[in-house]
Every structure is written in C-alpha cells, then in structure tokens.
C-alpha cells in the first residue's frame, strides 16, 4: 500500500494528492470561517446583525463537520483548532468597519467563488466521498442564499442557515 492508496475509504482505488491537500485545506479553511464569524459577532452590538453572524459561524463549523469523518478515513490531521480559530478571527479585522449592507454585498457577490473550489474537490474524489462534499458545497450555495435574502430585507433571510443546520453529516 503506498501513499496514494494508504487509508482509502473506498478499499484502495488510488486517491489523487491533490485531492487530500484540498480536503485538509478546506476543512481548516472553515474552521477559520467560524472563528471569522464569531470575531465579528463580538464586535457587533446590533442584536438582528449579532444573530446572524453567530448563525453563520455556526454553519461554518456544521459544513466542517460535513468532512470531519472523511479526514479521519485518510489520516489527514488539520491543524491545532485554537490556532486555526484565532487566524480566522485576525481576518475578521479588515472587516469589522464594513457596514451591514456592505458586508453582506461582498458575501453575494465573492463567496460564489468557494462554490467553484468545492465542486473542483467534488471532481477530484473518490465516488464514495462525493455525498459528504456535496453537502459541504451546499453550506456555501445556501450562505449565499440568505446573503441575497439579507440584501433584498427578506424577513426571513436565516431559513437558508437554518435548514443547513438541519442536514445531518451522516445523511
Ligand atoms: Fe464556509
């Protein structure tokens, strides 16, 4: 068994490098979104804009969660989570004078991007890993959904979050 093969989840067909690099990656990457999220929850006072920025770190942590089982399958080790948090939170500086409006403009407007990273790692795996991501790509189509909800003043712009946090990792 050799690098390529070694922890398989789908019993040692070859597993593209590239694929448990991003995998790692993007698991960090959003264990930092929650640490993002929750930094700018505490530096906002307004009670409406507070709860959705705590709901949105909380969809950040559920969409890790969504491959926490598959970095275990591979041996993959994310980084200390304290530090992964903290470097998430110290990027919430740049944006912590944003106004509302203006803040959640950049999220519907930049966040569609990450959908591209997320089905460029569903291409690159294995078919017994794709449910998993596919449900991690969603966390990002349905926090663009309440951006767009936000911007147009739905009332209820969290339902996108909220149902996320209903989807179970091992469904
Ligand atoms: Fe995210």
Redesign the pocket.
């Known amino acids: 068994m050799d690098e390529r093969t070694r922890g398989s989840p789908d019993g040692g067909a070859r597993i593209d490098p590239e694929y448990l690099r991003l995998l790692l990656l993007y698991y960090e ?2 264990i930092m ?1 929650q640490g993002y999220f929750d930094a700018l929850a505490s530096a906002n006072a307004d009670p409406d804009q507070h709860a959705k920025l705590v709901l949105l770190g909380q ?2 942590r559920h ?1 890790a969660n969504m491959v926490v089982a598959l970095l275990g399958a591979y041996g993959l080790r994310p980084r200390d989570e304290a530090g992964l948090l903290s470097q998430g939170a110290a990027g919430a500086d740049r944006h912590k004078n944003l106004g509302w409006v203006e803040f959640i403009h950049d999220m519907a407007t930049s966040y569609p991007r ?1 959908i591209i990273e997320f089905e460029n790692l569903e291409r690159l795996a294995p078919d017994a890993d794709r449910p998993a991501l596919k449900r991690l790509t969603l ?2 189509v349905l ?1 663009i959904d309440f951006a767009e909800r936000e911007l147009a003043r739905d009332p209820d712009s969290t339902q996108p979050l909220l149902s996320y946090l209903h989807v179970s990792p091992d469904a």
Request: aromatic letters at 10%; a negative charge.
């Open positions: 990457e959003e979104g969809v950040e969409a990450f966390h990002e926090t």
